[in-house]
């Protein structure tokens, strides 16, 4: 039976659609071997294990519970008792490409504040969002050309949510500054130690910094640890990603990174698939981990502060609570979770902070 859209009070409909996608992507999408494998022929880095990491995530947070949680917190109410003389507002999503659907969540935003979406998918990751699109429009007819995928320009739009490089923010500003619109540059994670993890705590790490060959925003490309950290500790964790070293795209970000740094007669450590290296900088290229050691967590608190910009997440261990609190007394803006969490965001983690359905729900 299809959906009918009405909707009550505040309850979305989609929330059906949403929760059988979920069922998709748990049980349907990793048996999908030939998209998966189109998907990967289009990006290398999109690797079976990439793709379907991405599918199980998606399919965690499209459960019925969570899709609720999620949308009791905003008022539909004119997306539920819409002006029929008017059309819906068009959203024009410009989409990353970095990780497997990472794009995707706008896309069901844009959906459930009752958004026409006109979508520029980047060439790195187009195979896996029209798939879903599909799966959607075969689980609900209804929504049939409401997102639409375009070539070149976005045309006319009501708002834009654009993802880029810090380059791409003057194109960005230049084109859709005059109309409502998010823009979202580069950003990282940052883990933050103390010397008290344990193993499972360290692994997690490791699945925060090597999951998706650490290419995404919530990826983790800088740690603070104590002076007195023995890194022995978090290689004996990471052990089970040695394979990464396999894999002809990641061994030759490590190969390149290695012969600059020994050419420039930098102190590093290497384990044979990690190049690690003191250095205050922040975002560490693929196959590398910038690490910095303190004495006094309020000087990492502090660096943290001023980094605010630059910070998509910053992880901790679950006990840190001390830091924690310090950490949101200074920046309540710097979104934290638990080490291991990194890679695993809910559907009311939206990048950069900016609540995309509150935005959208806002446009006249």
């Known amino acids: 039976m299809p959906f009918n859209f009405i909707y009550k009070g505040t309850v979305n409909s989609l929330q059906p659609v949403l ?17 998966i494998m189109l998907a990967e022929a289009h990006n290398g880095w999109f690797t079976e294990d990439s793709v379907k990491t991405a599918f199980a995530s998606h399919g965690a947070s499209l459960t019925e519970i969570n899709i609720e949680d999620w949308l009791k917190a905003y008022d539909f109410q004119h997306v539920n008792t819409p002006d029929k003389a008017k059309p819906n507002k068009r959203l024009g999503l410009i989409m990353a490409g970095n990780l497997p659907l990472v794009g995707l969540h706008d896309i069901l935003c844009g959906l459930v504040a009752g958004c026409d979406v006109a979508v520029k998918a980047s060439r790195d990751d187009v195979v896996l969002p029209k798939r879903v699109v599909q799966e959607l429009e075969s689980i609900a007819p209804e929504l049939k050309g409401r997102v639409e995928f375009v070539e070149g320009k976005l045309g006319k739009v009501d708002a ?34 103390d010397g008290d993890e344990t193993e499972d705590e360290l ?34 964790a990471w052990v089970s990603w040695g394979h990464l070293g396999s894999n002809n795209k990641f061994a030759n970000n490590y190969d390149y990174h290695k012969a600059i740094w020994l050419l420039n007669r930098d102190e590093l450590i290497e384990n044979g698939f990690l190049l690690v290296k003191e250095d205050e900088s922040w975002v560490s290229p693929v196959g590398t981990l910038y690490i910095e050691r303190y004495d006094d967590r309020a000087d ?44 695993c965001p809910s559907l009311k983690d939206y990048a950069d902070g900016v609540d995309s359905i509150d935005f959208l729900l806002s446009l006249k």
């Open 19 to 35: 929760t059988k996608l979920g069922i998709w992507f748990r049980e349907i999408a990793p048996k999908e071997s030939e998209l």
């Open 160 to 193: 834009v949510i654009a993802t880029g490089s810090t380059n791409s923010m003057r194109y960005f500003d230049s084109y859709f500054g005059h109309i409502p619109h998010i823009f979202r540059s580069q950003r990282t994670g940052v883990a933050v130690l």
């Open 203 to 236: 692994k997690g790490l490791g699945a925060d910094m090597f999951t998706h060959f650490g290419l995404g925003c919530r990826s983790t490309t800088k740690v603070f640890l104590p002076k007195d950290f023995d890194l022995d500790r978090c290689f004996a």
């Open 300 to 343: 990492v608190v502090e660096k943290l502060a001023n980094y605010t910009d630059g910070l998509q997440l910053v992880t901790s261990r679950a006990g840190a609570t001390e830091f924690s609190k310090e950490l949101a007394s200074a920046a309540p803006e710097i979104s934290q979770d638990d080490l291991g969490a990194a890679q």
